[in-house]
Nanobody, 122 residues
Framework: QVQLVESGGGLVQAGDSLRLSCAAS????????MGWFRQAPGQEREFVAA????????YYADSVKGRFTISRDNAKNTVYLQMNSLKPEDTAVYYC???????????????WGQGTQVTVSS
């Protein structure tokens, strides 16, 4: 069982940066692939970024590639999403997710956090 708690969301202006954090419980965090997803009002949840259990591989949605960076600190049981050059279309609730996997995964996540709101004004 893994519990995930996101933080770091807020209201920013276009072009600003934010860093989201996701703190995980459990002693086997390092065995989990981690991902970030987002859901805007009236839209389906979409994949944003993912990272392998050891941080050795990452994968991004085309819409955030070059602007967002996912990273993890297994000693702190935490995964991060650094978001730069934010756009109004990045406005959404951001969720982190965990899945026991040896590779980077973009679907089939098992555990989810409660989400943190990111709002980007123009």
């Amino acid at each position: 069982q893994v519990q995930l708690v996101e933080s770091g969301g807020g209201l920013v202006q276009a072009g600003d940066s934010l860093r989201l954090s996701c703190a995980a419980s459990g002693r086997t965090f390092s065995s989990y692939a981690m991902g970030w997803f987002r859901q805007a009002p009236g839209q389906e949840r979409e994949f944003v970024a993912a990272i392998r259990w050891n941080g050795g591989s990452t994968y991004y949605a085309d819409s955030v590639k070059g602007r967002f960076t996912i990273s993890r600190d297994n000693a702190k049981n935490t995964v991060y999403l650094q978001m730069n050059s934010l756009k109004p279309e990045d406005t959404a609730v951001y969720y982190c997710a965990a899945k026991q996997a040896a590779v980077v995964v973009t679907t089939g996540y098992t555990y989810w956090g409660q989400g943190t709101q990111v709002t980007v004004s123009s």
